[in-house]
C-alpha cells in the first residue's frame, strides 16, 4: 500500500515561514513526479508546485512564485519532498497535499497524480 505521510503544517502570522514535508515508501513504487496542491473552504483543489525526479524540473503556481520553493531528496527507501512558504499571505490558508506519480510527465492536473497524501492544515493569520 503507498502512504504519503506528510507533516509541518500549522498557524502562522502574515509574512512568516512554514516548512511542509512528505516522504514516500520507494517499496511499492517510484515516485517519479511529485508535488503539492492546496485546497480553500468551498474551493477546487489547485495547483501549488512540482518537482521531476531529479529535481532538475520544478513548476509553480504564478499566485507563490518568488514565495515557495519544493525540493526533494531520493533516498534508498523513502523519498521525501519539500515545499518551504515563505512570506506567507492570509491566501495562503489551505489543506495543503502532497501528491505523486510514478510517470515524468506529469504537470499541474490534479488527475494526473496516482498517490495522495492525507493533507496538513496550513492557517496564516492577517
Known amino acids: 500500500q503507498v502512504q504519503l505521510v506528510e507533516s509541518g503544517g500549522g498557524l502562522v502570522q502574515a509574512g512568516g515561514s512554514l516548512r511542509l514535508s512528505c516522504a514516500a515508501s520507494?517499496?511499492?513504487?517510484?515516485?517519479?513526479?511529485m508535488g503539492w496542491f492546496r485546497q480553500a473552504p468551498g474551493k477546487e483543489r489547485e495547483f501549488v508546485a512540482r518537482?521531476?525526479?531529479?529535481?532538475?524540473?520544478?513548476?509553480?503556481a504564478d499566485s507563490v512564485k518568488g514565495r515557495f520553493t519544493i525540493s526533494r531528496v531520493n533516498g534508498l527507501i523513502t523519498v521525501t519532498v519539500y515545499l518551504q512558504m515563505n512570506s506567507l499571505k492570509p491566501e495562503d490558508t489551505a489543506v495543503y497535499y502532497c501528491a505523486a506519480s510514478s510517470h515524468s510527465n506529469v504537470y499541474y492536473s490534479p488527475p494526473e497524480y496516482d498517490y495522495w497524501g492525507q493533507g496538513t492544515q496550513v492557517t496564516v493569520s492577517s
Open positions: 520507494r517499496r511499492t513504487f517510484s515516485p517519479y513526479t
Open positions: 518537482i521531476s525526479w531529479s529535481g532538475g524540473s520544478t513548476d509553480y
